[in-house]
């Protein structure tokens, strides 16, 4: 056994998994898992640059996660950021801050290493599973970017394209610094044009076409498992491994698209800080279930973290 942890930095939230890792059962044992909205990546589609208050958001969470890796005694500590920190002109003081608090470098890696890392995490414990038919596609629809790998054991094909909930978000549906409520037919339009046509540029590497099972990861996704079972309150336990079917993905995708910020943030399951960019990922999903013909999508609760943490252990 070692003891990890593992974080992961993303556009919109950033993680922390602390576990006990056993290599000869491939199982990692949680310790503490948790996520919070920092958005890291505000605005930096449109300025390149990472904003002050993000950065000090960040650097809130990076104390806390201090305190519980101090207090869990993790041997090895992993941080691994990325689409936004890969983006951002000023990530030198990104970072200095990471450094100077938890005493590791964040290592901003490629689209296609964090596509390694989800493929690991996702798939580490399907095979074999349930009578999962291989090969299998794992789509990371981030908060800047989505990750698409093809593979059966091990990673066949990779690609990472610009398209996220935040940055689908940002680009289309901001008008005068706020979030259209609900977007209009011509944003939503325009926001599809924009999936699809990164939907093409995946396919030009990753043979989406040809998997035979979609595995769905991070908040986006987990969250329309949420809403499709009705949850009373965000349950992991409920999710991990729930199926959803692409029409009703679709459903709850045409819903959030016509909804209020207001009737959004009622769902009991939604975390506040997905409210705004829960539609934009939920197209995402359904756009890319539609391209490869995946009748459903079986959601994972673990994903890149989880394979950061074994590239650790």
Not at 79 to 98: K, Y
Not at 121 to 142: C, M, N, Q, S, Y
């Amino acid at each position: 056994m070692t003891r990890v942890a593992a974080i992961d930095c993303g556009t919109n939230s950033i993680r922390l998994l602390v576990a006990d890792a056993d290599p000869a059962t491939g199982e990692l044992t949680d310790l503490d898992r948790r996520m919070t909205i920092v958005r890291l990546g505000q605005g930096v589609d449109r300025t390149g640059r990472l904003a002050p208050e993000a950065l000090e958001r960040t650097f809130a969470a990076c104390r806390e996660y201090a305190e519980v890796i101090k207090a869990h005694g993790a041997e090895r500590l992993r941080f691994v950021a990325t689409s936004a920190s890969r983006d951002a002109e000023n990530r030198d003081a990104f970072v200095r801050g990471v450094l100077d608090i938890l005493g590791v470098e964040p290592e901003v890696i490629t689209g296609d290493q964090e596509a390694e890392f989800s493929f690991t995490g996702a798939t580490k414990e399907l095979t074999g599973r349930d009578h999962l038919e291989r090969p299998f596609l794992v789509v990371d629809i981030g908060g800047g970017s989505t990750e698409f790998v093809v593979g059966e054991d091990h990673v066949r094909a990779a690609r990472s394209v610009d398209v996220g909930c935040v940055r689908m978000t940002e680009r289309h549906l901001v008008v005068d610094g706020k979030v259209t409520d609900p977007p209009t037919e011509e944003q939503i339009a325009a926001m599809r044009a924009d999936i699809e046509a990164a939907l093409d540029l995946a396919e030009q590497t990753v043979p989406l076409r040809e998997a035979r099972t979609l595995v769905g990861l991070a908040g986006s996704v987990t969250t329309v498992s949420a809403i499709a079972q009705k949850l009373p309150e965000y349950d992991s336990t409920r999710i991990h491994h729930s199926r959803i079917s692409r029409a009703k993905v679709r459903d709850i995708t045409d819903w959030l698209l016509r909804s209020t910020h207001a009737e959004r943030a009622a769902i009991p399951s939604m975390h506040p800080g997905r409210v705004d960019v829960i539609a934009a990922g939920a197209l995402v999903l359904l756009s890319i279930m539609e391209r490869t013909g995946a009748e459903e999508v079986v959601v994972s609760e673990h994903d890149i973290l989880d394979g950061i943490g074994w590239s650790v252990a």
